[in-house]
């Protein structure tokens, strides 16, 4: 994703599926009959990527999201093709990030009739960010070679800050996404809604909700009643999650909304299933505490420059990164340092000249 890309700059087996190919560092997972979580081991080894859910219904497969790398897609439409002679007729796209829709184009490749469905808004984000997505991510990893960057990781092991780690995470996606280049294609989504979507699939359904503004203005969840899976897209992410360019405000609320649902199986956008509330919970506390102290210290007068002192969030890093130092590099650089400027943002502060993109 461009957000996550920038901010990198800155600073298995198969159980119960049929055989088929897997794609190496991710693993197949059974939530329900028929519903199959495809995640990468390691949530926070770069490429950064999505969670994709598959769901086979008698009359049509849904996959939701589509991961950040085509070959990735690729894999999982040949697992999808060795369960079931039955098409993937839909496609969900939870929100705009690259780590959720750069596969789209391979799901039309392979079943010309699939319909991509998506928020209105994410359609909007996608059509107005996938250029200048597509400048900065050529320019980023057609002139870099991820050996180099590896080499680079293990000379600045030990310094502080961690930017071994950050190199390290760059290696990952120049060498997953360089060869894909080429051919590497946006499939807009087709088919938008606002509110809410039904697909009825026979002998299961699919409601798509829109519950608000959270990670992005367009985030959506997939909600498989028979099942009690929700499936949350990025508006909750384990272990650590993402705020880049995040409407913090309004996010806290519509976490709140996934709680309605009750569900029995919480899918985050990234990361390990849920099966209680608990996580889910944490992070809508963080993301509510994180706002709250960025309006308090704009009373007592602080600048945007002031920030990182006089917010403090440490009280929450012990649950979120512990004593992993890959967590704790994922803290900082993916909520702490975005979530400051996105609380302030979101609270309508003024943000100076040179802090804008
Ligand atoms: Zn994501």
Known sequence: MRRLLAAVFLAG???????????PGYTWETLADGVYLHSQDDPLAGPVDGNSVVVISENGV???????????????????????????????????HDDHTNGNHA???????VKI?????????????????????????????????????????????????????????????RPELPTLVLEYPDTVFEEALTLDFGNRSVELRWLGRGNTDG?????????????????????????????????????????????????????????DETHLALVTKLIETTTDRVRVAHGRGAAFEDLPAAVNLDDFRGEFAGEN?????????????????????SLGYPLPEDARQ
């Open 13 to 23: 087996p198969v159980c119960g599926l049929a055989a088929g190919e897997v794609y």
């Open 219 to 275: 985030d959506i969840v997939a909600w498989l009643p028979d099942d009690r899976v929700l499936v949350t897209g990025d508006l909750l992410v384990a272990p650590v999650p993402f705020a880049f360019d995040s409407p913090m405000v309004a996010w806290s609320t519509t976490l709140r909304r996934l709680g309605e649902f009750d569900a029995e199986t919480i899918v985050p956008g990234h990361g390990a299933p849920q099966y």
């Open 117 to 177: 469905v998506a928020h209105k808004d994410t359609l909007k984000a996608l059509r107005a960010e996938w250029e200048a997505m597509e400048d900065q991510r050529r320019s980023a990893y057609a002139t870099v070679d991820p050996e180099e960057l590896r080499r680079m990781a293990d000379e600045l092991e030990g310094s502080a800050p961690d930017t071994a780690i950050t190199y390290r995470v760059y290696s990952g996606y120049v060498a997953a996404l």
């Open 62 to 96: 849904l996959v939701v999201d589509t991961h950040i790398n085509p070959a990735v897609a690729g894999a999982v439409i040949e697992k999808i093709r060795a369960l079931t002679d039955v098409p993937v007729t839909h496609v969900v796209n939870t929100h705009w």
């Open 325 to 345: 130092r890959e967590r704790q590099w994922a803290w900082q650089t993916y909520f702490v340092e975005p979530g400051l400027k996105s609380a302030w943002i």
């Open 107 to 113: 799901y039309r490749q392979a079943f010309p009739g």
